[in-house]
């Protein structure tokens, strides 16, 4: 699987992306420039974390119009594989490809911190080589993670099995005190209805070296190198 | 027309004006009086601790740049260099916590990336006024978003730190920010000006009128006044600095350009006269060139303005488009602004009139350097300071142990640096929290470890004494984790040296830190003095913040502070002693400042560092963790709350010391360390060959710490119960009701 990494000016968790996929698990990665409309062939584009645009006005909401974000519609639309990280989270949310919207966190601060999520859907072209309730330990670092969605929509997520994390506690517990950030009913991540963007506000990337403290964040990546689209294509070892 | 108001609005003196004149031949212009104000304000021109500051060792092996550039450079070895310093932001953080403390995170990262480094890891001492006062709390809610904002943004991981409290600091906070960048060992960029005909560029943000007279300011005491000084604080923007960072390393890396500085302080002025006097040039610029923010700006504003997020870049002119294209692709301004000049001479145009033609070297080196008076204080100060202090007993050691652990000072401070994005990067092994910091560089097994220290209580009792421990604890945290130090930088926080006692704290603590520097074999490549921290009279404490850095070579042997394994024997590294003074249960638990601080015998230091050292590289250590704040006690506490399961431990002590000192007092060169029960003997036998005196006494196990001396039991607590005094305390002060 070749994966393509998305630079806006502002981020900054694309070099540490990069270096998940292509120094740590080995796969063909490639950057890719704002500016451009070249989405160079790849089968899943990485939204990274970071401040895009410095995050004014509001997360997210200018990196939506960069051009390469008019090629990462289409190509969405055309069920190519989406992963949004954090800020890139937050862009899918501005840019329609998921539902909601992110709100300050509850206690007002920015967080950064490992956190448990709970997979609650392990059917995910994202979340395949994860059980269904099976805890990660990944950690976050965001100002604006409190995800909020209408109730309608909300029924809906949930209706369809399209929230794949949820905050929890080390034993998979979801209540109040491990909902860190004030997430309507402790939503980390959210996929469409086709299947193929998925957003979450945890950042898989910082969680594949066990020196770092955790590789849960692996099961993310490897779901995907493991799909049917991935299996197909040959793994580049970094040069 | 030139008079003592102006030159007092100046902060300059009738002899440094006199001084001036004879310098440039006639009467300056109201722009060139701004110039040498700031360029020779105390903040840029050192004039009150440079004779002082050349006691510090600064040469070393691995030295590739020592003091007098942006930041300091070291070899670490395998192609590449650490380039790192820190800063003082302690008056424009007070005037506008948020902002001040933001800037002077940017301001450090400028200094690192001006010289071709990534910036990858940032750390913060921090000094406020004690938390049960709303306004001291309001300060630090707002320099820690302020530090958070920033450097979150940017993308640089907020490693480490260290915060203390007291009232000395209200009215004046200090916000040290230290940066530490990697960069290749041959890619290191310079203030260079070239030669003749080079082309002068300023990139990055526009310049408007904030900031105009910081460094000034910085050179002054503050009144009751500062409300009309908020002005004078700049507003950073992390967003345009990230962009700036890529845009300089890309066009450094593709070798572009032939030198390079940030505007920081005195903003065009520094950079402008800097680059040129480094290379014994002059520069001409045209102010009509300058970006600016808004209209109607005087030559006098632009020249002093301190807008962030700029830099002054010199090229050779066929090389000017490919920069340009470079900034454009970052969406930033890169104007030519004027060229290298012969001749050595600033000369500023604007409308084809030249306002400023003064020679750079007069603005830059000729800045007077004063030997200022210093006094001692008397002989009874001097006793009375030395005094140990008399304290009723305690009656319950393990609830002064929750008191201790429960106030700010000893609390656990994820409050603060859950707010700061500290992996980014993805290279930080340890969370803020630890000895040290360690960051690992990929693409090999080695690891930069590195730690802020100084301790104001005992470098206010004696100041020498308080010189030689900052250096010495900030190795000693290195050595905890398995790091050997390399380099260090400080930040030096003083009240105003024209007061003579003042000038002898600072005489006195740079001379212990010279005498620790050469013990340790470590050079000084650069630092930060702050003077006047004074507000309506009161000084702060002499406040010394070192910062050590130190390589690992082998990131698998790092050394973690928590106990892990049940059984694991408890080893004190080193000697307790009948050392209460200026210990942190003396302020907290009996309201007491006073009294001698512990002995610092560099000898016997550097002796437990090595044997910690040695043992963490043989493999032997399961853990390690430094006695001070707090003393003893705290240590073990901190032990079992740091471990990844929060084991107990059950410690025994047979010396016959009073109970409260061995428990609490801050006798240096001690270390907690754990061994598997088979390397006891082989740890031993390491000491003895060595001369440090090790006691096992006591084993990791079970969920409770106790503490036992000479048969008796001092205390017994649940970690578990600790754990909630430990972390609610600062969380439970800012909680919003």
């Not at chain 1, 004030?182 to 209805?193: D, E, F, Q, Y």
């Not at chain 2, 005195?266 to 520069?283: D, F, N, Q, R, V």
């Not at chain 2, 009656?395 to 002064?400: L, S």
């Not at chain 2, 578990?720 to 009701?737: G, M, N, Q, V, Y």
């Amino acid at each position: 699987m070749r994966f393509g990494v998305v630079v806006f000016p502002g981020s900054n968790c694309d070099a540490d992306t990069f270096h998940a996929l292509n120094g740590v698990l080995g796969c063909d990665t490639v950057y890719l420039w704002h500016k451009d409309h070249d989405l160079q062939g790849v089968d899943c584009v990485v939204l990274p974390g970071g401040f895009s645009y410095g995050d004014y006005l509001r997360s997210g909401a200018i990196a939506r119009f960069s051009p390469l974000m008019q090629e990462v519609k289409r190509f969405a639309r055309k069920g190519g594989f989406v992963l949004g990280i954090c800020n890139g989270f937050q862009i899918l949310l501005e840019l329609g490809l998921l539902p909601g919207a992110m709100l300050r966190n509850k206690n007002l601060k920015f967080i950064c911190q490992h956190v448990h999520i709970r997979v609650e859907n392990a059917g995910t072209v994202f979340t395949r080589r994860a059980a269904e309730g099976q805890v990660l330990r990944i950690p976050i670092a965001h100002f604006d993670g409190n995800y909020y969605a209408p109730p309608a929509v909300y029924r809906r997520l949930e209706g369809n099995g399209q929230i794949v994390f949820r905050y929890c506690d080390d034993s998979g517990q979801t209540d109040e005190a491990a909902n860190v950030n004030g997430s309507l009913a402790g939503i980390a991540g959210v996929i469409n209805a086709e299947g193929n963007v998925l957003g979450m506000m945890p950042h898989p990337e910082r969680a594949v070296e066990s020196l770092l403290g955790s590789t849960d964040g692996r099961f993310v990546f490897q779901s995907l190198i493991d799909s049917p689209a991935g299996r197909g294509r040959t793994t580049r070892r970094p040069s | 027309m030139i008079d003592s108001g102006l030159l007092e609005r100046h902060n300059l003196t009738a002899d440094e004006y006199a001084l001036i004149v004879d310098l440039i031949g006639r009467e300056p212009n109201l722009t060139e009086l701004g110039i040498f104000s700031v360029m020779w304000s105390e903040h840029c021109g050192y004039k009150s601790s440079k004779v002082h500051l050349k006691k510090l060792p600064t040469r070393g092996p691995r030295v590739i740049q020592g003091p007098g550039e942006n930041a300091g450079v070291l070899d670490i070895g395998g192609g590449l260099a650490v380039v790192f310093k820190i800063e003082s932001h302690n008056h424009p953080s007070y005037i506008e916590p948020y902002q001040g403390a933001a800037t002077g995170v940017g301001g450090i990262l400028r200094d690192i990336f001006t010289m071709g480094a990534r910036p990858v890891a940032v750390m913060d001492s921090l000094r406020f006024g004690p938390l049960d006062n709303p306004a001291n709390r309001s300060i630090m809610e707002g320099v820690v978003s302020g530090i958070a904002g920033y450097g979150n943004a940017f993308g640089v991981p907020t490693v480490g730190g260290e915060t203390a409290f007291h009232p000395c600091y209200a009215l004046n906070p200090l916000v040290n920010v230290f940066c530490l960048g990697l960069a290749e060992k041959d890619g290191i960029f310079y203030a260079k000006a070239g030669r003749p005909g080079n082309a002068v560029l300023y990139v990055g943000a526009r310049t408007g009128r904030d900031g105009i007279h910081g460094a000034t300011m910085a050179s002054a005491e503050f009144g009751n006044d500062i409300e009309h000084k908020r002005p004078n604080v700049q507003v950073g923007d992390p967003f345009k600095e990230k962009l700036l960072l890529e845009a300089c390393l890309e066009v450094m890396s593709r070798n572009l350009i032939v030198g390079i500085q940030d505007m920081g302080a005195a903003g065009l002025t520094c950079s402008t006269t800097e680059i040129a006097a480094k290379s014994g040039l002059g520069i001409g610029i045209d102010l009509d060139r300058v970006p600016q923010r808004e209209a109607g700006m005087t030559p006098y504003e632009i020249m002093l303005s301190e807008s962030q997020e700029r830099m002054l870049i010199v090229a050779e002119p066929d090389k000017v488009e490919a920069v340009r294209d470079v900034f454009a692709k970052w969406d930033l301004e890169a104007p030519v602004i004027g060229k290298v000049e012969a001749g050595g001479r600033l000369k500023v145009r604007d409308h084809g009139e030249e306002v400023i033609d003064i020679p750079v070297d007069a603005v830059v080196n000729l800045c007077p350097v004063y030997r200022r008076p210093a006094k001692a204080p008397s002989p009874e100060t001097r006793k009375a300071q030395r005094m140990i202090p008399k304290r009723p007993p305690l009656k319950n050691f393990g609830e002064a142990l929750l008191t201790l652990l429960s106030s700010p000072a000893l609390a656990d401070k994820s409050w603060i640096f859950r707010q700061y994005d500290h992996m980014v990067q993805t290279n930080t092994v340890f969370p803020p929290g630890a000895d040290a910091a360690v960051i690992r560089i990929k693409g090999s097994r080695r690891a930069l470890a590195m730690t802020l220290d100084g301790n104001a209580f005992h470098a206010f009792q004696d100041p020498k004494t308080g010189g030689r421990a900052a250096v010495a604890e900030a190795c000693r945290n290195l050595a905890c984790v398995g790091a050997r130090p390399i380099g260090v930088t400080n930040c030096l926080n003083f009240g105003n040296p024209e007061k003579p006692e003042i000038m002898w704290q600072f005489e006195q603590v740079v001379k212990g830190m010279a005498e620790a520097c050469r013990a340790f074999g470590i050079p000084v490549t650069g630092g930060n003095v702050s003077f006047y921290n004074d507000t309506e009279g009161a000084s702060v404490h002499p406040t010394p913040v070192v910062g050590v850095v130190g390589l690992i070579e082998d990131v698998r042997k790092i050394v973690r502070p928590g106990f892990e394994k049940p059984g694991d024997v408890v080893v004190l590294l080193g000697a307790n002693a009948n050392e209460p003074g200026a210990a942190a249960y003396l302020r907290i638990l009996h309201g007491l400042d006073g009294g001698r601080p512990p002995r610092m015998n560099l000898k016997t230091e550097k002796a437990v560092q090595d044997l910690c050292l040695d043992t963490a590289e043989a493999g032997w250590l399961r853990s390690a963790h430094d006695i001070s704040e707090g003393g003893l006690a705290v240590s073990l506490a901190e032990c079992c709350l740091l471990g990844s399961r929060g084991r107990g431990c059950d410690v025994q002590l047979q010396d016959r010391l009073p109970e409260d000192v061995l428990l609490f007092g801050e006798t240096h060169s001690r270390i907690v360390v754990t061994v598997k029960k088979e390397n006891l003997g082989r740890l031993k036998k390491a000491a003895r060959k060595a001369g440090v005196p090790v006691t096992a006494i006591g084993r990791v196990g079970g969920k409770t710490l106790i503490i036992r001396h000479l048969g008796s039991e001092l205390l017994r607590i649940e970690v578990e119960d600790i754990r909630k005094h430990w972390s609610r305390a600062i969380p439970d002060l800012f909680r919003i009701s």
